[in-house]
């Protein structure tokens, strides 16, 4: 069975033990729950380093007070096993009390990038993702940490940070891993019942839609988003938003998008909270 340490001190050990060894570290984070999607970000890693480590831990800072923390999907046996089989090599799997201690107090932001999409419904989540990865980014040292482009803004936000606090990570965004019927996995997508499940399958429609739109010539921000939301308001429960906004700055567009623009949505279908996005001008078509 692969190696699990719980310890930040241990975690920081191997590290820089693989790195004196001159091998290349490769980093996923994760909250546990794998599926597919997690484990092609593992073999992304291992394509870009010798040696490929991944954290499991449900991050408490990043959830609010009416979120799903407690009741998020935990299986860490069954999460170290796919690791195992992806190729992984070591697990981190930290308790809460670790990762913050009593006398913790430190905190980071990207606030520009928290204005837009999910941070004015999720107030502090970027905050404790930004906050949990700086910590981990601190603990692995020089190593690519590979992330799914489904959480764009999160990816957004982390880039900025690496950028903005000179740390020795590489930041690779991955393809969002995609189900037969074009649902984006994620771990969430756990608590569907089937009819949400295959209600779902709008969000990846009206992205299509979009991109076709799009390689015909629309270029139009409204008519964009009308394409995507048609699908999805006549079978989610509601809808958070359908945001056409600048790739990099996530600063919404109104009128032309130009050659390169993303649409970001959120919605609901029962009490789950789906994301999904493409980006016009650089995606492959779903
Ligand atoms: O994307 C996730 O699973 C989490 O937000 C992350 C990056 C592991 C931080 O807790």
């Known amino acids: 069975m692969i190696s699990t340490v719980v310890a930040a001190a241990e975690f920081r050990a191997f590290c820089d033990l693989q790195r004196a060894a001159g091998r290349r570290i490769g980093f996923v984070p994760t909250m546990g729950a794998l599926h597919d999607g997690h484990l092609a970000l593992v073999r992304a890693a291992k394509a870009e380093a010798d040696v490929v480590v991944a954290s499991v831990f449900v991050n408490p800072t990043q959830f609010g007070p009416n979120e799903d923390f407690s009741k998020y999907p935990r299986d860490l046996d069954g999460d170290r096993a796919k690791l195992a089989s992806a190729g992984c090599d070591l697990v981190f799997a930290p308790t809460a009390a670790e990762m913050y201690p009593t006398n913790d107090v430190t905190r980071v932001r990207v606030a520009p990038l928290e204005q837009f999409l999910c941070g004015p419904i999720r107030p502090g989540h970027f905050e404790g993702v930004a906050t949990v990865v700086s910590k981990f980014f601190h603990l692995v040292g020089p190593a690519t940490a590979v992330f799914g482009r489904k959480d764009y803004q999160q990816l957004a936000v982390l880039r900025a940070m690496v950028r903005d606090l000179f740390l020795p990570i590489t930041i690779v965004g991955h393809p969002i891993v995609r189900e ?107």
């Open 180 to 286: 037969a019927d074009g649902l984006a996995m994620s771990s969430r997508n756990a608590y569907l019942t089937p009819t949400q499940r295959h209600n779902a399958q709008a969000l990846s429609q009206g992205l299509r839609a979009a991109q076709q739109a799009f390689a015909q010539g629309v270029r139009g921000a409204d008519e964009l988003a009308a394409l995507v939301t048609a699908p999805i308001v006549a079978v989610a429960d509601s809808i958070d938003y359908v945001s056409v906004a600048d790739a990099d700055t996530l600063v919404p567009i109104s009128g032309d998008v130009g050659n390169r623009a993303l649409i970001a949505i959120a919605a609901r279908f029962g009490g789950t909270r789906l994301l999904d996005n493409v980006v016009l001008g650089e995606d492959a078509p779903l």
